[in-house]
């Protein structure tokens, strides 16, 4: 049981360049988030995901986008990448249960992105 | 708009010792409250929910607090030991999960 699966683990990009972040779960739960997490910062909520076929920006969407492809998958994109999207990203999931969320959340394992 | 504070930043304690962290947040219409520990380089491995009808949680050595009316939770760590030494972060659930910055706990042997 693999939980919340992550890929790539490291990425290096140029400025400019385009990539997907992938995250994957088989946990069978409704709600998916993306995360990034920079020193000092904390982590900051960046697109989430209520169900499958819905998305909704978070805290700081400027410069991605997102796919719920299935319940199973939830991308994060960045189209033209900055030096100021150097992150460790990270996917969560959580179930919803009655329409509340009072279940716990679970984490990938994270994406360290470089941007030069 | 939710605000997650957590204090100390940085405890550094010898072993055996009990400690608090101490998480605050702004808005107390939450669902629960959630702590979690991070080690260097790897993901978040969830340790206490608290649902928002809950004063605390316990699990092993670790007892968390919920107290929503001041808008704050506490995470005690009993006979803390050098395995403990991660970084703690707590997250307050309402619309949506709101993390603080984390306590970087340092267990000397």
């Known amino acids: 049981n693999a939980g919340v699966t992550q890929t790539p683990k490291f990425q290096v990009l140029k400025t400019g360049q385009s990539m997907t972040l992938q995250c994957a779960q088989d946990m069978n739960h409704n709600s998916m988030y993306w995360y990034r997490q920079d020193p000092g910062m904390g982590l900051r909520l960046i697109y989430y995901?209520?169900?499958?076929?819905?998305?909704d920006k978070g805290e700081v969407p400027n410069g991605y986008n997102v796919s719920r492809l299935n319940k199973r998958e939830f991308s994060l994109r960045l189209e033209s990448a900055a030096p100021s999207q150097t992150s460790v990203y990270f996917c969560?999931?959580?179930?919803?249960?009655?329409?509340?969320?009072?279940?716990?959340?679970?984490f990938g394992q994270g994406t360290r992105l470089t941007v030069v | 708009k939710q605000e997650v504070t957590q204090i100390p930043a940085a405890l550094s304690v010898p072993e055996g010792e009990n400690l608090v962290l101490n998480c605050s947040f702004t808005d107390s219409a939450i669902y629960n409250l959630q702590w979690f520990r991070q080690d260097p380089g790897k993901g978040l491995t969830s340790l206490l929910l608290i649902q928002s009808s809950q004063r605390e949680q316990t699990s092993g050595r670790l007892n968390a607090s919920l107290d929503k009316s001041s808008g704050r939770s506490t995470l005690y760590i009993a006979a803390s030991q050098p395995g403990d030494s991660a970084t703690y972060l707590c997250?307050?659930?309402?619309?949506?999960?709101?993390f603080g910055p984390g306590t970087r706990l340092s267990v000397l042997p």
């Open positions: 995901s209520a169900s499958e076929g819905t998305t």
């Open positions: 969560a999931v959580r179930p919803r249960t009655g329409g509340v969320m009072n279940t716990e959340a679970f």
């Open positions: 997250a307050a659930y309402g619309q949506n999960f709101v």
